[in-house]
Antibody, heavy 121, light 114 residues
Framework: EVQLVESGGGLIQPGGSLRLSCVVS????????MVWVRQAPGKGPEWISR????????SYADSVKGRFTISRDNVKKTVSLQMNSLRGDDTAVYYC??????????????WGQGTLVTVSS | DIVMTQSPDSLAVSLGERATLNCRSS????????????LAWYQQKPGQPPKLLVS???QRESGVPDRFSGSGSGTDFTLTISSLQAEDVAIYYC??????????FGQGTKLEIK
C-alpha cells in the first residue's frame, strides 16, 4: 500500500520558520520526482516546489522562491520543505505528492493527507 | 504560465443525470511529439487530498468508475459523469502538465446534487 504522511505543520507567527516532512512508503521513492502542493482555505491547489531523484532539478513557484527550500533523503524515503519568512498568505494545507514519470515528469498520482500550516500572530 | 479556467464554478445535477464540467487552457497542452494532451482531472472531497481521476485528458485511472470520462484536445476539455451518484459530490480540478514548471490548476468546479 502506498502511503505519504506529512508532518510538521502548526501555528507559526509571521516571519517564522517551519520544516515540513513527508515520509513515503510503498513506492520506490529513490527514482521518484516529488512535489509539494498547498491549498489555502477555500481555494484550489497551488503547486509550490518540485524535486527530482538526485536533487539536480529543483524548482519553485514564484510565490515561495527564495523563502522555501525542498530537499530529500532517499535512504529515509523522506521529502522535506523548509519554510522561512512565513507570511499570512502561506496559510494552507500542505500536501506532498508523487509525480508520475514514464519518462515524465507528468501528473501527480499519489498524495498525502496534508498538514495544516497557519501563519498568524 | 498556462492559465486554466474551469466552468461553471458550481453545478447542481440530479441523481442519475449527466454532469458536464469544462476546462480551458490559455494555450494548447497538446504535444505533437507524443500525440497526447497533457491534462489531468482530480476529484477532491471535503477533508481529503485531491485524487487523480483522469490523465492524458481521457485516460481513466485504475479503479475510477467508468461513468467518469474525459475528452477534448488542444485548449478545451470536458469531464463527464454519465450518471451522477451521491458519492460524486466533490470539487473537480483540471491541471496542465505540458509547460512546467509551474504546474497549474483550474479554480475548480463544485458539483452538488440538485
Amino acid at each position: 500500500e502506498v502511503q505519504l504522511v506529512e508532518s510538521g505543520g502548526g501555528l507559526i507567527q509571521p516571519g517564522g520558520s517551519l520544516r515540513l516532512s513527508c515520509v513515503v512508503s510503498g513506492l520506490t521513492f529513490s527514482r521518484d520526482w516529488m512535489v509539494w502542493v498547498r491549498q489555502a482555505p477555500g481555494k484550489g491547489p497551488e503547486w509550490i516546489s518540485r524535486i527530482n531523484p538526485d536533487e539536480s532539478f529543483i524548482s519553485y513557484a514564484d510565490s515561495v522562491k527564495g523563502r522555501f527550500t525542498i530537499s530529500r533523503d532517499n535512504v529515509k524515503k523522506t521529502v522535506s520543505l523548509q519554510m522561512n519568512s512565513l507570511r499570512g498568505d502561506d496559510t494552507a494545507v500542505y500536501y506532498c505528492a508523487r509525480v508520475q514519470t514514464s519518462p515524465g515528469p507528468y501528473f501527480f498520482d499519489y498524495w498525502g493527507q496534508g498538514t495544516l500550516v497557519t501563519v498568524s500572530s | 504560465d498556462i492559465v486554466m479556467t474551469q466552468s461553471p464554478d458550481s453545478l447542481a445535477v440530479s441523481l442519475g443525470e449527466r454532469a458536464t464540467l469544462n476546462c480551458r487552457s490559455s494555450q494548447s497542452v497538446f504535444s505533437t511529439a507524443n500525440n497526447k494532451n497533457f491534462l489531468a482531472w482530480y476529484q477532491q472531497k471535503p477533508g481529503q487530498p485531491p485524487k487523480l481521476l483522469v490523465s492524458w485528458a481521457s485516460q481513466r485511472e485504475s479503479g475510477v468508475p467508468d461513468r467518469f470520462s474525459g475528452s477534448g484536445s488542444g485548449t478545451d476539455f470536458t469531464l463527464t459523469i454519465s450518471s451522477l451518484q451521491a458519492e460524486d459530490v466533490a470539487i473537480y480540478y483540471c491541471q496542465q502538465y505540458y509547460s512546467v514548471p509551474p504546474y497549474t490548476f483550474g479554480q475548480g468546479t463544485k458539483l452538488e446534487i440538485k
